[in-house]
């Protein structure tokens, strides 16, 4: 009796485990065409969801990218990676600012970047200038952001002679972040939670850029450096970085942010920097394209300094002059505030798009864009 009861428990489970199996089969079957219908129709999101749903990997060249986690997606099979390009965690915002110099004008910025929540501060160079020192500007950050926050530094031109002062805290401020050495200390390649950063200083090279960022397999990508090229800016700042770097970033799809110039201005999406020849095909004022071949400058310098006026490009309203390759200006005849640019990558879902904005210290949002990665 007990054996009977014993057999017919076993049977019980057998039967249980089959008709599981067969629901589970028919789940895969299910989720198998719902990937395949969305990957027809939906491009990189939907690859997304097809790998979140453990579906097989898409067979079309798109990037797998998870999501969340900003991990490299393996093919649950093989192992191997299901894809070439790797993801931000979701919804990574960061700031950018720079010619900060120290006090009350950078502190008010400090409190831009802690109040919109970003997780990471770039600074494109010129913390502190003549009259103050590394000390106090790091003295100025923690106050504001804390002893740990991430903060990624760029040596701009006043930094020089201090910059090596710089560096212990900076080491104190890399949040996480793994650091790949270039050829000097003030070159190297950031990684972030998935957002990869090239930095180098004037007198770097393309070969530089193509050393941190050639091989990199990071979805999005930033070139950061402190001088421009005049035409990269609409101030009174002469060429100073030569056109290779912005090339090779351009060719990269790795999108630029200098400072320098103390105002913020934005480009359009160009296939040129060099010409200055707005991308044809992706020609909006404030819809951006990132991709190999075209990417977008960003000169974001009113980190407390001073505010400075627009020199080139008149007319100071849109459309602008030259060759209308400015998406947005905000320099004195604007009347420009200062304050940071922010970043959100990995936005509504879609590892490919990011949302940008400038928000200065009165409160004032001024320029609102979309990203979209090829
Ligand atoms: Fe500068």
């Known amino acids: 009796m007990s054996t009977n009861k014993d057999t017919n428990a076993i049977s019980t489970t057998s039967e249980e485990r089959t008709r599981k199996s067969k629901i589970r089969r028919w789940v895969e079957i299910f989720l198998g065409l719902c990937v395949a219908t969305l990957l027809a129709v939906g491009g990189a999101a939907c690859a997304v969801d097809a790998v979140e749903d453990d579906a097989p990997a898409p067979e079309d060249g798109d990037a797998v990218l998870d999501s969340e986690s900003g991990d490299q997606v393996t093919d649950p099979e093989t192992g191997e990676a299901a894809s070439a390009l790797t993801a931000t965690a979701a919804n990574l915002k960061v700031a950018f600012i720079g010619d900060t110099h120290t006090g009350t004008n950078f502190k008010n910025v400090l409190k831009v970047v802690k109040n919109e929540g970003a997780s990471a501060l770039f600074v494109q160079g010129d913390m502190a200038y003549a009259g103050s020192n590394a000390a106090t500007w790091w003295s100025n950050v923690e106050e504001i952001l804390g002893s740990s926050f991430p903060v990624f530094l760029v040596q701009g031109n006043h930094d020089v002679g201090m910059w090596s002062n710089y560096l212990p805290k900076a080491a104190n401020h890399l949040g996480g972040a793994t650091r790949t050495a270039g050829d000097h200390n003030a070159q190297y390649k950031t990684v972030f ?182």
């Open 193 to 374: 939670k998935g957002l990869a950063a090239a930095t180098i200083k004037k007198g770097d090279s393309a070969a530089d850029i193509d050393d941190l960022l050639g091989s990199d397999t990071h979805l999005w990508k930033l070139c950061l450096w402190h001088q421009n090229q005049k035409e990269m800016q609409i101030g009174g700042k002469t060429s100073e970085m030569g056109w290779e770097v912005y090339s090779k970033c351009r060719q990269l799809g790795a999108i630029v942010v200098t400072a320098h110039e103390h105002s913020y201005e934005r480009t359009k999406t160009l296939s040129s920097m060099s010409n200055q020849t707005v991308d044809s095909s992706c020609s909006s004022r404030s819809s951006l394209c990132v991709g190999p071949g075209r990417t977008f400058v960003v000169v974001s310098g009113l980190g407390g300094e001073d505010v400075r006026d627009q020199t080139r490009c008149l007319p100071t309203s849109y459309p602008h002059g030259c060759k209308n390759e400015w998406g947005f200006i905000y320099a004195s005849q604007q009347g420009a505030k200062d304050g940071a640019m922010f970043i959100t990558f990995n936005v509504d879902g879609n590892p490919k798009k990011a949302k940008g904005y400038f928000k200065n210290v009165n409160g004032g949002t001024v320029d609102n864009f979309t990203v979209t990665h090829d």
